[in-house]
């Protein structure tokens, strides 16, 4: 085996849309996982069970099967539906939900760990519901949640070469393009793999000054 | 002391003298345990009523069903001549306005300022404007004792200062009722003190209604009007607190305290 520097070079130019996709796919998918999760915990705290049911049910089944299948599933099923999308959006809501099903996990630790005392201030001093959550309780639930939304952050950019399965040339995507091109394997993927320590080193040191900054 | 900005009769006209509260045949129940056996009690406009007793016997139970933190299994509970239960939602919130409590563990808003505490009612539920919630949560500290402290979180505070910090937010919505629940309970001893000169400080300067729940008989002496032994979910005696401290009638209530006195 030896090291090709020249092939590194040549390399960078796909790398660099590589990096791009993949930071797409990890920004945007957070950013939906952290809202749909953020929304299904919620609504399953609503007292009815015409709602709990339902969105319990889906998330469960989401949660409990592979993101590959519901990768291929929106890609191939929704535009007979009618609904037709770039392979990378549908990649970056099928990631986004499957993670959803997990964050929604952590918010509901995070809810039920505020202490029933900070409930009983807020009906003491006549805060309307929708205030309570607002102002008191979902500040300290997320704050209390951030490390381990952080860790999903982590999991996901991990996933994230999977959306190669729907032609998303993310950086594995491009390293293998090339591979295939220039037989040479060693030097792309060893670049894609230091990229990927590189973004989660920095994930999290972003998320450790979040953290940080919602400490009170 | 501002007490211009406390609840005062002069300048209230509105404010109801005679029976501010009545709880009617209130049972209420934990599981199997009745709690409150059928109990009647009301307290009038402007007294201070402190409820002793033995742990369990259902004194806070009274203070949680007033506050609504608890409903009670049968029974009527009225506020100032409008009922609190059973009451529709929206009447239930309205009562609840002229009703404020003070916790045993503070329950302070933690990731709010000391200033943001006090104000977030005043402003959220009152409609009142910033800068006078403020205001009003500056007066409200200065009686508390705590102006240096209004840009602090309630964790950097002792417990002590949290509980005054807590007495504030819960004068800041103008109740006639203050409820307090065990509030030196969980405080080192030497904090104490500072909190109950606090309550008397209040209960000598306003009328406001107090409903007190306390191991601290001194203080009980001291801001009573009415002394009631609770055992068993029943008040078993009740009297001035003279009476009560002094020539208690009932053996129970002597055992109770010979044990804590």
Sequence with gaps: MNWDWSAVSDFMPDFWKGLLVTLQILVIGSLVSFVLGLVWALLMRLPTRWVTWPVGAVTEFVRNTPLLVQLFFLYYVLPEWGLTFSALATGVFAIGLHYSTYTMQVYRAGIEAVPVGQWEAATALNLPLRRTWTAVILPQAVRRVVPALGNYVIAMLKDTPMLMAISVLEMLGHARLFSQEHFQFTEPLTVIGVAFIVISYLASLLLRALERRLAH | ?261
Excluded: W, Y
């Design chain 2, 1 to 261: 002391m501002p007490t211009d900005t406390l609840p005062n009769p002069e300048k209230n006209p509105a404010r109801s003298t005679g029976e501010l509260i009545r709880l009617e045949q209130v049972t209420k129940r934990f599981g199997d345990h009745t709690v409150l056996d059928h109990l009647d009690f009301s307290v009038d406009a402007g007294k201070h009523v402190t409820l002793i007793g033995p742990s369990g016997s259902g004194k806070t139970t009274i203070l949680r069903l007033l506050m609504t933190l608890l409903k009670p299994d049968e029974g009527t509970i009225t506020v100032d001549g409008e009922q609190l239960f059973p009451a529709p939602d929206k009447q239930v919130r309205e009562v609840r306005k002229k009703i404020g409590m003070v916790f045993q563990q503070f329950n302070l808003f933690p990731n709010m300022t000391v200033l943001r505490n006090i104000t977030e009612a005043p402003v959220t539920v009152l409609g009142m404007s910033k800068d006078a919630a403020e205001e009003r949560a500056r007066e409200l500290l200065e009686l508390v004792g705590l102006t240096d402290h209004l840009d602090k979180h309630p964790a950097q505070l002792s417990g002590g200062q949290q509980q005054r910090v807590a007495i504030a937010r819960a004068l800041a919505m103008r109740p006639q009722v203050l409820l307090l629940d065990e509030v030196t309970s969980a405080l080192d001893p030497e904090l104490v003190a500072g909190v109950l000169d606090v309550l008397r400080d209040i209960a000598r300067s306003t009328d406001i209604t107090m409903l007190c729940v306390t191991h601290e008989m001194n203080f009980a002496r001291d801001i009573s009007d009415q002394v009631l032994m609770f055992d068993s979910g029943r008040v078993i005696e009740s009297g001035p607190p003279e009476k009560i401290f002094s020539e208690p009638e009932h053996d129970r209530t002597r055992e109770f305290l010979s044990a804590v006195l």
